[in-house]
């Protein structure tokens, strides 16, 4: 476009060159036709010869200046078409600047889609991780009442289990003493007596610790307790941690919906520059061929001076 601009402006240059030189040419000529006028009063005496060569005169004057007027009326014209060029061609590249910046735009508020996209997509991993991790810690505590039957439960199953050793050993203690010898059969009774002290010894230890794991239930229970208070508390804090995700995570959601409204408006704007941007194009290219096709008909009229 450029090129052209120049080129007509040269033209332009060239043309206003001819028309100086056609004005000399019409100066000499009006001088020649003053010497001929002269000569031809001088030669010839007769008044019909000088209005014939006065009418003559008259008629090349008559198309030098339709002629002159034709060569200023083109020129005026391409001056004008020049200017309008130059309007057209200032206006393509405000155009293709608007449409670089939206371009631009549209690439940075894309990128910001795509890492809004990949923040919510961690924060539902993350809030699938809480969520898992809550239920894990809102699964069902075992009851203290049912720990403590438990342990009493497995007291007793102790103090069967130790009731059938001593009895076991008291049948071997029997079987020993029927097999033994007399003179140890009077120290027999007095083994078995402490043997069965020692059994009732075994068996107080037994509700001695039956009483200590009892001691011990109720400590189970205080454990089971504070235990069950700290996971109500874990599980508080794990719902407001995904209650902040939740907000997090809806704020996010408007944040994308916002960026997807405003990009859809620039791409409605681009679409309408590049609309606007084809209309100059092709305007430009209209005003190129009729400035060609007033350059033909120039020459034309006009091939000497073209």
Request: with cysteine; net charge neutral.
């Amino acid at each position: 476009m450029q090129s052209e601009i120049e080129d007509l402006q040269a033209r332009n240059k060239y043309l206003d060159d001819m028309l100086s030189k056609t004005r000399i040419c019409l100066e000499e000529e009006e001088k020649k036709s003053k010497e001929l006028k002269v000569k031809m009063k001088a030669e010839l005496n007769t008044e019909e010869m000088v209005k014939d060569l006065n009418m003559k005169i008259r008629e090349k004057e008559g198309i030098i200046l339709s002629l002159k007027a034709q060569l200023s009326e083109q020129l005026d014209c391409s001056r004008e078409k020049v200017h309008e060029m130059s309007l057209l061609q200032t206006d393509t590249e405000v155009m293709e600047a608007e449409n670089s910046q939206l371009k631009k735009e549209n690439i940075v508020l894309v990128e910001k889609v795509r890492n809004l996209e990949k923040e919510r997509l961690s924060n539902r991993i993350e809030n699938a991780g809480l969520t898992a991790k809550c239920e894990h810690l809102s699964a069902p505590v075992p009851s203290p009442r049912n720990k403590y039957k438990r342990l009493e439960e497995e007291r007793s199953k102790e103090r069967r289990e130790a009731e059938e050793k001593i009895e076991e050993l008291k049948k071997e203690i029997e079987l020993l003493q029927s097999s033994s010898p007399r003179g140890s059969d009077a120290n027999l009774p007095s083994r078995s007596r402490l043997f069965t002290l020692d059994g009732e010894n075994d068996t107080g230890c037994c509700s001695d610790t039956g009483s200590a794991t009892s001691s011990g239930s109720e400590g189970a229970m205080d454990s089971m307790r504070a235990r069950l208070h700290k996971t109500r508390s874990q599980l508080t804090d794990q719902m407001r941690k995904t209650r902040d995700v939740y907000n997090k995570l809806s704020k996010n959601e408007l944040l994308v919906k916002d960026l997807y409204c405003e990009n859809a408006h620039l791409m409605r704007a681009l679409q309408v520059t590049e609309a606007r941007q084809k209309d100059a194009e092709k305007k430009l290219q209209e005003e190129t061929d009729k400035t060609q096709v007033l350059g033909r008909l120039l020459k034309q009229i006009c091939p000497d001076v073209v």
